[in-house]
């Protein structure tokens, strides 16, 4: 059973940074990609950034130059290093990987910025 573990959220002022931390269980090989989502109330459910198989990286405009992704080899574990975090970061991050044609998600860690 494939299960994911945030770690890392919390109460940061604007300017500040935070890292989160993603350790997957259950995964018998490397993942295809790994990532981290995030929702913020009223919202909808939104890419933050990806690191794929290989090391190929995707982010959201709105993140670009401020976050960086990064993962272990066997992308069984995910990290996002959040830098210049803004009021409009806060949300609900959580991380997903795509393993073998299905998603996966975890519980969701808490990411408050105060202006």
């Known amino acids: 059973q494939v299960q994911l573990v945030e770690s890392g959220g919390g109460l940061v002022q604007a300017g500040g940074s935070l890292r989160l931390s993603c350790a997957a269980s259950?995964?018998?090989?490397?993942?295809?990609?790994m990532g981290w989502f995030r929702q913020a109330p009223g919202k909808d459910r939104e890419l933050v950034a990806q690191?794929?198989?290989?090391?190929?990286?995707d982010y959201a405009d709105s993140v670009k130059d401020r976050f960086t992704i990064s993962g272990d080899t066997t992308l069984k574990s995910v990290y996002l290093q959040m830098d210049s975090l803004k009021p409009d970061d806060t949300a609900v991050y959580y991380c997903?990987?795509?393993?073998?044609?299905?998603?996966?998600w975890g519980k969701g860690t808490l990411v408050t910025v105060s202006s």
């Open positions: 997903w990987t795509y393993y073998y044609g299905r998603d996966y």
């Open positions: 259950g995964l018998a090989f490397a993942s295809y990609a």
């Open positions: 690191i794929r198989r290989g090391g190929g990286t």
